[in-house]
């Protein structure tokens, strides 16, 4: 069997691939631009030089190192759903012109009221527009980078790791002894949030598909099941929590596999919809809760500086370790948006500045 560290492995950006030139001037930078929605990167998606950011009294501007590729900067590429448009992120071209919202960096400037960092300090976290030279955010959406990581490995927590970690303690509440199923363990949040269930002492059951079942069994699942060869409710098996990460079963399905008392925790969830996308499913287990013994429902994570400090004594302890596929120079982020797409990751893909 692979050795997780093996599996985990960091890829070295290959040495044929020049990374992008930086920006000689001290006024601009070079970041990725999006001036309307489309599922076609290489159209929606281009290298140019603009402004860089100016930074507020409780911010702080980040010389981004690397970033990282979720599916969220899918939604924000493509605007679907469309009721995400109508929520607020622009109706007919997006508010944010970059994608990118994890990343790893150095700090360059600090605003007035800013305590926490200091310029040169090694960090990580989230933002608007991480596909970029320079990135600002509130000194809250930061922490300092894991020591023992590297700026790409550092920049595939952010998003994915705050997503999981919330997902499994707060809203699953998983125990030591219990049995977790986690569903799309191959994926960004998934292959964190296995770790995180293990690390919290629960007895895990990751899904995926064939291809990926060895890096599911290097994260350190106790068993594996290949969806296109076996059920995960179909046998007798029953989980005190699931967490259903990117999947679209049915929610009768879901509850089979349950304890009568079990916690489900709808963390995503894709469908064709191109108005609800899965939310009517998400929008079905709320009604449905009070109704039942078992407790059916959604979260969405809430980006904080604690969680990612959290994350940083999970992976200095070396229980979670970022699961990572390949790299990508920042001028072809529209390569690693189509690769992302078309469901070839193996755990994230990171763009490196």
Request: hydrophobic share 40%; net charge neutral.
């Amino acid at each position: 069997m692979t050795s997780k560290n093996e599996a985990t492995k960091t890829p070295m950006l290959d040495d044929s691939i020049e990374p992008t030139p930086r920006s000689t001037d001290a006024e601009t930078m070079k970041a990725i631009v999006q001036d309307e929605y489309g599922s076609v990167p290489e159209e929606v998606l281009r290298l140019a030089e603009i402004d860089r950011p100016a930074i507020g009294d409780d911010e702080v501007l980040v010389e981004v190192r690397a970033a990282s590729v979720d599916r969220g900067t899918w939604h924000l590429m493509t605007g679907l759903p469309k009721l995400m448009r109508i929520m607020g992120f622009g109706i007919r071209r997006p508010k944010a012109p970059n994608p990118g919202r994890s990343l790893s960096g150095i700090v360059e400037a600090i605003g007035q009221k800013v305590t926490e960092f200091k310029p040169g300090d090694e960090i990580y976290g989230t933002c608007d527009g991480s596909f970029a030279e320079y990135a600002v955010a509130q000194e809250g959406l930061f922490a300092r980078k894991p020591a023992n990581l590297s700026f790409v490995q550092a920049a595939a927590i952010p998003v994915s790791g705050v997503t999981a970690l919330q997902g499994v303690r707060d809203r699953a509440k998983v125990q030591p002894g219990e049995k977790v199923l986690i569903v799309g363990a191959s994926g960004g949040v998934g292959t964190f949030a296995v770790q995180i269930a293990k690390a919290y002492g629960a007895e895990v059951t990751g899904v995926c598909s064939t291809a990926k079942i060895d890096l599911v069994r290097a994260l350190g699942v106790d068993h594996v099941i290949d969806y296109s060869q076996g059920d995960f409710a179909g046998g007798e098996q029953r989980y005190d929590a699931i967490l259903d990460v990117g999947g679209n079963s049915p929610l009768s399905h879901l509850r089979r596999a349950l304890t009568p008392s079990g916690r489900l925790v709808i963390v995503g969830g894709e469908t064709n919809g191109r108005w609800l996308g899965g939310f009517d499913r998400q929008l079905r287990a709320i009604a449905l809760s009070p109704l039942v013994t078992q407790k059916l429902g959604i979260f969405g994570a809430k980006e904080n500086a604690a969680d990612l400090s959290a994350l940083r004594e999970l992976v200095a302890s070396g229980k979670v370790t970022p699961a990572m596929d390949r790299t990508f120079p920042l001028s072809e982020v529209p390569a690693a948006m189509r690769y992302f797409q078309e469901g070839n990751a193996r755990g994230k893909l990171v763009i490196t500045v």
